[in-house]
């Protein structure tokens, strides 16, 4: 499908996971290939940390898709529950995954690097991940055989009815920490704002040991 000079090599060898492993590498040896990539924001060497979506226009969902390929998980949990996680190094690319989902699902996620590896691990389940996986994964794309037939699998579950479901967690705005702070009370400002007193509590010492920053002047 590509245009210049490439080759595909397979590879058979044992892991530390199993004896046997066939493995395919995609080698593009064009210098203009490489260069028109290199060009849209593709790095040369190590890339794991700086890699971010493409410069320019490019299809967002499809793009996506191939991320997920390489480098998350789609299925269900332990506990039966449909997901799509994504584990990365890169910042960019974890909030470029988070701000697309965020179009599609509505559900917000907040980037944190984990202590064990200083990676991020983005994870959506339940319809969540059904309304993802229906986006991204749609008929006849270009995607791995069986991520799409993980994907498609997803749609199949359907919410137990006494399960509840878990509202959406409200965000802290710039004026309610303003608030906050002018008020410097947890039962007061938990009134004020409509909030739990121990959503304030924990808030404001945040805010006061530096935690999270503090809102700018309006």
Not at 140 to 155: F, G, N, P, V, Y
Request: proline fraction near 4%.
């Amino acid at each position: 499908m590509t245009p210049y000079n490439s080759s595909i090599t397979e590879r058979t060898r044992s892991t530390n996971f199993v004896k046997v492993h066939t493995s395919v590498t995609w080698t593009l040896c064009s210098l203009e290939a490489r260069t028109k990539l290199n060009e849209i924001g593709l790095p040369y060497g190590r890339k794991s940390k700086n890699i971010a979506p493409p410069a320019g226009e490019f299809s967002t969902r499809d793009y996506l898709r191939g991320v997920i390929d390489a480098d998350g998980s789609v299925g269900y949990t332990s506990h039966g529950f449909p997901f799509i996680s994504l584990t990365t190094a890169s910042t960019a690319i974890g909030a470029f995954m988070c701000f697309y989902t965020g179009k599609v699902t509505r559900a917000e996620r907040t980037l944190k690097r984990n202590a064990r590896d200083n990676i991020y691990n983005i994870l959506y389940t339940k319809e969540n991940a059904q309304e993802l996986a229906a986006q991204l994964y749609y008929e006849d794309c270009l995607s791995l055989r069986r991520k799409k037939a993980a994907a498609d699998s997803l749609s199949a579950w359907i919410r137990p009815a006494g399960m509840r479901v878990a509202a959406e967690r409200r965000r802290w705005t710039a004026q309610e920490d303003r608030v906050l702070l002018r008020l410097n009370n947890d039962a007061v400002a938990a009134k004020e704002l409509g909030r739990t007193d121990k959503s304030c509590q924990v808030r404001l010492w945040r805010l006061r040991t530096g935690q999270i920053p503090m809102p700018t002047d309006r």
